[in-house]
């Protein structure tokens, strides 16, 4: 498993932390929000997901991975 | 119809939004979310729900009318 963190700007409540682990488990890899922190820690199966490919579905949420 | 103005502390997002709308539509009244203001419009049937339920009801999703 690879794990990485991201940066990412505009998650305000537990709402968001909640999209943000959805759409990463929706892709079959796990996220851990880090909510005052503003990261988002990512761990993933590098031959089944890219992490652009998660960066992108965080994005799709309405957040900015920066 | 009532109307009332209810000041709501602790919506930040528009997953809040959508959780207040919800919950009070969910009474059969109508509410309109100013996120900025934080303010919350409602519209209702004094008949048929009481203004105290839907405090209670945005209250239950985690927010607090002031």
């Not at 990512?42 to 994005?59: G, H, M, R």
Request: charged residues 25%; negative net charge; proline residues 2%.
């Amino acid at each position: 498993m690879s794990q990485a963190i991201l940066n990412v700007e505009g998650m305000s409540c537990g709402h968001c932390v909640s999209a943000v682990e959805k759409a990463v488990k929706n892709l079959g890899a796990v996220a851990r929000v880090d909510l005052p922190g503003k990261k988002v820690a990512v761990e993933y199966d590098e031959s089944a997901v890219s992490l652009d490919a998660i960066k992108e579905a965080i994005e799709d949420q309405g957040y900015d991975v920066v």
